[in-house]
């Protein structure tokens, strides 16, 4: 089974667009987490915590020669 | 005729341009959307009263344009690389102090530059009308890294460093990288404020998000909880960092300016005396050569719409703008320039930002006690210098200080005997007469020093 990871519903990619004239930096945005204080650091351990299970769950999903 | 500015071709929703003298910006469909937005505030209606954002109004609309907006005009664009210390801070705190008025009401800015601002003599102005757009829930700053560029890391590098940033800022029209600030914040510096967060912890992300887009990067935050709270919580922390950086030159600095400033009592009381009285015309803008502590700027300025004072030492334009500011002063703009090495074009093919000779076009220049600096100190022909001041404006007050002044003898003992034959009173009074016609001539008691008032030839 091939399963796509779509991160941005579709109306809210058409306002992404709307926000593109400046590159605002992807890392730029998350350090922002960060300087927010206590409350914003768990976003940010929630954000990388995502990432890395995401990123197992691909893994054991991911299609054999079989699919 | 209209004229495009060539500055605000980044952000396609909308155009600057000038027309018959006035300054228009033309909006797309969204950044009128936009607009409608901000002037539904009272946030902005508040701002616009206190002077803090351009004055502006709907005009008649164009086929090209949804909406036409007419803006205040800013007596003298400057930049920041032309800023002092104390004037990029307050740039920057009206830029985050707008910034979360905006966020209370629902808005936000799509960027963060230093160009967005302006200034009222001593006074900032944020001039970006078009920043201002409805905040998305759950999104951060999108000018939160243009901001550290231009403004809180060129801040950083004169608290923490005692390094002048305008020579950053004018290298490059996107302001300090934070690799770039990163090497040089090694070691202990490190641990300066908020050098760890916005200057290590930031490149360090951002280097290892480079290949997320913002897009996915936006969406991740947003399913991670990030809120509107959290921005306001962001902008409130670069605030108070901001707010605690200051810089103060070392008082050596002062014993030495003080040695460049020789005049006797009866030189500067003949010296008001001259400027005073040839200044009674009254100029819309007149230009302050190597203003020093603004004495004649403030003179100047009783008899100008505007004036420029413009001074290379960032020290001593730093305590004249806050004195100005201090005072409320709207008339006077201190900025920090060599003359021997005035603003170049910067930006996209040099025109993005106009050179200084592009921006003065002035009624008067005020150029007293600088051209023994230029053509001894720096080595600048004479005639040069004269024509310069030709293209600066119209009318000129300057002062020629002989060879045997004390000031021009200290000058001259730093280079080789005799190599400058041609700096001499005769040779400059004859170029001056080819450019000036001119029409009122003193000499100081000193008898080293003479000044001249003159008028621009045609042609």
């Known amino acids: 089974m091939v399963r796509f990871v779509n991160f941005v519903p579709c109306g809210e990619r058409e306002a992404t667009m709307r926000l593109a004239y400046l590159d605002a930096g992807s890392g730029s945005l998350i350090v922002q987490a960060v300087v927010a204080g206590a409350a914003g650091m768990a976003v940010a351990v929630k954000l990388y915590w995502r990432r890395l299970t995401g990123r197992f769950r691909r893994r054991a999903e991911a299609p054999t020669d079989n699919d | ?459």
């Not at chain 2, 819309?284 to 020093?292: I, Q, R, Y």
């Not at chain 2, 700027?297 to 004249?320: G, I, W």
């Not at chain 2, 730093?414 to 001499?424: I, Q, V």
């Open chain 2, 1 to 459: 005729m209209v004229r495009v500015e060539p500055a605000s071709f980044r952000d396609p929703s909308g155009r600057v341009f000038y027309r018959d003298g006035q300054v228009f910006r033309g909006l797309s469909p969204v950044a009128a959307q936009d607009w409608r937005a901000l002037a539904a505030t009272k946030f902005f209606a508040n701002a616009v009263k206190a002077g803090k954002i351009t004055a502006t109004e709907e005009a008649e609309k164009t086929d090209e344009w949804d909406v036409v907006l007419r803006h205040e005009r800013i007596p003298f664009v400057s930049y920041p690389f032309e800023w002092s210390f104390a004037m990029l801070r307050d740039a920057a705190l009206l830029h985050l102090d707008l910034l979360q008025a905006a966020l209370a009401e629902g808005l936000t800015s799509k960027d963060g530059s230093a160009y967005n601002l302006q200034w009222r003599g001593a006074s900032p102005v944020f001039i970006d009308v078009g920043s201002f757009e409805p905040a998305r829930p759950g999104e951060p700053w999108a000018g939160y890294r243009q901001f550290c560029q231009t403004m809180l890391y060129p801040l950083m590098l004169q608290a923490h460093l005692g390094l002048d940033f305008q020579p950053w800022l004018r290298a490059s029209v996107d302001g300090v990288e934070p690799a770039r600030m990163r090497k040089l914040f090694g070691g202990a510096r490190r641990f300066k404020a908020g050098v760890l967060k916005h200057v290590h912890l930031h490149d360090a992300v951002q280097s290892r998000n480079a290949r997320s887009s913002t897009g996915e990067v936006r969406a991740e935050l947003r399913d991670a909880g990030f809120s509107a709270e959290l921005v306001k919580a962001t902008v409130r922390a670069i605030d108070k960092l901001v707010r605690g950086l200051d810089w103060q030159p070392p008082a050596s600095h002062w014993t030495a300016y003080q040695q460049t400033c020789t005049y006797s009592d009866a030189d500067r009381a003949a010296k008001v005396e001259f400027v005073e009285a040839v200044l009674s015309k009254k100029s819309s803008l007149t230009l302050d050569l190597g203003a020093n502590d603004g004495t004649y700027s403030r003179l100047a300025a009783k008899h100008s719409d505007y004036v420029v004072a413009v001074e290379s030492d960032a020290a001593v334009v730093d305590k004249l703008y806050r004195d100005l500011h201090n005072e409320g002063e709207r008339r006077v703009l201190p900025i920090v320039m060599d003359l021997a090495d005035p603003s170049p074009g910067i930006g996209w093919r040099g025109r993005e930002r106009a050179s200084f000779e592009q921006r003065a076009d002035a009624d008067t220049v005020l150029a007293l006690a600088v051209i023994h600096h230029l053509a001894i100190g720096r080595n600048v022909p004479l005639p040069e210098i004269v024509d310069w001041l030709a293209a600066l404006g119209r009318r000129v007050v300057v002062e020629f200080v002989e060879p045997a002044d004390p000031m021009a003898q200290r000058l001259l003992a730093n280079k080789p005997e005799g190599l400058f034959p041609d700096y001499r009173r005769d040779v400059f009074e004859k170029l001056l007469g080819e450019r000036f016609t001119v029409e009122h001539r003193a000499e100081l008691p000193s008898g080293t020093r003479t000044l001249y008032c003159g008028v621009r030839r045609a042609g």
